[in-house]
Each structure stands twice: as structure tokens, then as C-alpha cells.
């Protein structure tokens, strides 16, 4: 986004949706709506995602890269979600039952769905395959033996795979080295074993191979390394496709910058042909924060502000880890700015905190924020769309914030905000 027509250049506008924009007033806009009114109008925390954006990113990916995308749900899913992904005959990497549940609700092909995941249960998998999910990909000898007892045709499997691989970020999210819970280890001959056990079974299609390497990777070298580890480890291996999990990170942070999705699906196509992975397979990447994470916001309204003379000064908010867990779970760092006051200087240091019974739950630890911020504003936190809706919990029994998207035409609400009967409907 090009700052200069956005407004002053102190706002990080990289780190906003594209649809951003500033009034004459210094207040943020999402394609000509103001947030104030957005605010008023859902209350707050809210959620705030860019639909034309997430469009335009599926896009991106499908116009520079020869292989097959599959979003990956965990980053961000509900119907709507669900039904971008269909209307962009996008594939879908599902991790759970519930995953694929709502995308088969929001009209999403159920032969485009790959189904994840370490633990499946008996029950996952026989649903998987009685809705004819196109792929599992199968993570254990556990999961083997299950799928051989449901397994009345030939089911299209494939076989993860630890490749070795220490992708340089947070070890929560690393999981292409040796000592994962994931997949069958190269280096001990597993990965080879199972491969040969599915291949040679009548009960399975083994027509793929996965590998991932973790997630919110900036180093495009670590990706062309993956592309020529699988090289290496499928030369005389038959399979259809090869999937390459891991995912591009993205700039949280004024500071920092992220490789575009052409700059990574380019990197990954050179490297399939130089390395000959990709001659007669397809390459498949399982996209997720990079589609969303951009694409999303999340308004808050400042309710207590305390300050400490010589320590720190607090504002706190509406929200918090109920609705953003990672600062807690990665210690993930954000921006926060004064949404009807971008114009002004932010230049006061404060810790953004949420409303939780935890010290931890600090939403930005070094905020800069203008120096007379006041009780009742509205802050807005960029970068939120992935890792926070659908890491959301009721903590504390507080409920969960809505969601909507916007585009040129205005905003439609998504997912309603959780009331208060919601939290007792289970409940016996």
C-alpha cells in the first residue's frame, strides 16, 4: 500500500487491509466505512476483515504458481470463509471433523478437501470418508491399521513426512525437525516404511506425499530446501502429488517485512523444476495466514487507563487473549494506533492490556499511542485475521466477538457476536 495516498507515512499502512483509507480527520476507514460507525454500530471487540483482499490473495497465488492451493482452515474458518474458498475453487487443508464440517456447509467440493491432522479418531476418519474427502494424509501406523478397518474401496491416502528441516521460527510453530509429534521421520526409515505399506495395500490410492516445515517463515531459502530434501527422498517414488506445507509469514510489526505470495510460489516453482520434484507431480502449498492475516483488524475500546510514574502506563481494553491468544502462547508482538486519530502523534509509550484475570494478558506490550489517549476510544490492532478468531475462547465466560467482512458495497456480518445464552446452551 502506498503510504502517500493513505495518509501521514508514521501510520504502518504495509500492515493495514488494502481496502485502508484515512478521512480528511485522520480516521481510519475500510473501503470508504468508517470504523467508528463500524464500532458503533456491532460494538466492540469486532473483528474486521477485508473480503476483497482475501479474494485478491487467492488470486495472487493462482495466477503465479502452476500447482494446486489449499487454504489452510485453522488460520481462519467459518461458512463465509468457506464459501470464498468454493467460489475460488480453491482446495482446503482441514484439520479436524469440525473443519471439514463447515466447509462442506459453505459449499466447498469434498473431493477438494486434504484431511490433516495426528491424532484422527475413528470417528473423524469415518466421516471423512463417507463424505468422500478427496485426500487423507496419513500421520501415524495408528492411523494405518484405523483406516484399513474402514476402508471398502480404495481410499486416496497419502503420507506425512518429518523431513529434517529447522525452519527458523518460534518452536510452537517449527515442525519440520526430527523431534515433532508429526508425520514419519525420514531419517529412521519410517516415512519409507509407510509409504511402501500403503502403496502395496489393495485397500489404498497412495497418490501423495506431505511434508511441512512450520509456520510464519520469512527465509524463502528454507522452502527451496524443502523442495530439494522431497527431491532427494521421492527420486523412483510414483506419486501424484507432493505437498508442501509450511507457511509464509508476514509482517506484524512496523518494522517488518514479509516476501509476497508471487515472491514464494515463484521460489517453490523454480525449485520444482530445477530439482525435477515437480516433472510429472503436482506441487501443492497450503497457504493460510498469508491469506488472511493482512485482511484482518480487530477494534477495541480503551475502558481504564492507569499510570505508574518511573514503571508503565496501562490502557486496557474490551478484549484481550479470550480473543488474541498468541501474545500470550508465541509472545507475538502487534501495533496498536488511536483509529480516529491517526494524523496525531503516537508517541507515548503504553501497554495495551486486556480484561482478563491474568497478568500475561497484554495485547501490545510497547504500544505507541498519542500521549492524551482517553477512556472510551477506539484501538485498532492490525494484522489479527489469522490466529485469533479461531484461537478464540470463552475464558473467563466472556463471549466472543463478531465478525464481518467488507468490500467495496459495504459490510455484511459474517459470524454474530456470542450472547450470554450462548454460554449456557451446552450446559445440562
Known sequence: MDSSSHGPRAVPWHLFPDGAGVDSRGELLIHGLSVTELAQEMAT?????????????????????????????????????????????????????????????????????????????????????????????????????????????????????????????????????????????????????????LSRSPKFDMIAVHAHIGSQIFSLSSFRQEVEVLSTFLAGVEVEDVILGGGLGVAYLRDERAPSIKEWVQVIDDAGRRSGLSKGRSLVIEPGRSIVATAGLTLYEVGTIKRIPGVRDYISVD??????????????????????????????????????????????????????????????????????????????????PAVIFVDQSGYRVVVRRETLEDLVRNDI
Open 45 to 197: 471487540p469486532l473483528f474486521v476483515y477485508d473480503e476483497q483482499q482475501i479474494r485478491s490473495r487467492f488470486q495472487e497465488a493462482k495466477k503465479n504458481f502452476s500447482g494446486k492451493i489449499a487454504y489452510a482452515a485453522k488460520a481462519f474458518f467459518c461458512k463465509a470463509m468457506a464459501e470464498i474458498v468454493a467460489d475460488e475453487e480453491i482446495h482446503l487443508d482441514a484439520a479436524s471433523m469440525g473443519e471439514i464440517y463447515v466447509a462442506l456447509s459453505g459449499g466447498v467440493d469434498p473431493s477438494k478437501i486434504v484431511f490433516h491432522g495426528n491424532n484422527k479418531s475413528l470417528t473423524e476418519l469415518r466421516f471423512a470418508v463417507e463424505q468422500k474427502v478427496g485426500l487423507i494424509v496419513v500421520d501415524s501406523f495408528d492411523e494405518i491399521e484405523r483406516l484399513e478397518k474402514l476402508a471398502t474401496f480404495p481410499l486416496r491416502v497419502g503420507v506425512r513426512i518429518t523431513p529434517g528441516i529447522e525452519a527458523h521460527t518460534h518452536e510452537f510453530i517449527r515442525t519440520g525437525q526430527d523431534d515433532s509429534k508429526f508425520g514419519f521421520n525420514v531419517q529412521n526409515g519410517d516415512a519409507a516404511t509407510a509409504i511402501s505399506m
Open 319 to 400: 478484549g484481550g487473549m479470550s480473543d488474541n491468544p498468541r501474545p500470550v502462547l508465541y509472545g507475538s508482538g502487534y501495533e496498536a494506533l488511536a483509529a480516529k486519530r491517526l494524523f496525531d502523534s503516537h508517541d507515548t509509550r503504553f501497554s495495551v492490556a486486556g480484561k482478563h484475570c491474568e497478568s500475561g494478558d497484554v495485547v501490545v506490550r510497547d504500544a505507541k499511542l498519542p500521549s492524551d489517549i482517553s477512556v472510551g476510544e477506539l484501538i485498532v490492532t492490525p494484522v489479527t485475521g489469522a490466529y485469533g478468531f479461531s484461537m478464540s475462547s470463552n475464558y473467563n465466560k466472556v463471549t466472543r
